[in-house]
């Protein structure tokens, strides 16, 4: 089994915001499983479905990261087990 945890996040529409946040995901040493948006006038509501590469990778430490971008906020973190593919 593998660790999935789906966070949820609240993005400005701007241009390259998306692609910020998927970089420091995979930078940061995440995989994404799934991806959900859904646009709400000038912002965007994303579901983001991610694994770490290995144990060491803390969900936590990715949040905080997440924070910090601009035009970012996280909204809440589900943490589920799934059966490895």
């Given amino acids: 089994m593998s660790m999935s945890d789906t966070i949820h996040i609240q993005i400005d529409r701007a241009d390259g915001s998306l692609q910020r ?9 995440f995989h994404i499983d799934g991806i959900n948006m ?8 994303i579901a983001l479905t ?5 144990a060491a990778r803390s969900i936590d430490t ?24």
Wanted: hydrophobic share 40%; aromatic share 2%; no cysteine.
């Fill in 21 to 29: 946040l998927i970089g420091l995901v995979e930078r940061r040493g």
């Fill in 38 to 45: 859904a646009d709400e006038g000038a912002m965007r509501r």
């Fill in 50 to 54: 991610v694994r770490g590469r290995d």
């Fill in 62 to 85: 990715l949040g905080r990261q997440i924070d910090r971008l601009i035009g970012v906020a996280r909204i809440q973190a589900q943490t589920f087990q799934s059966e490895a593919a």
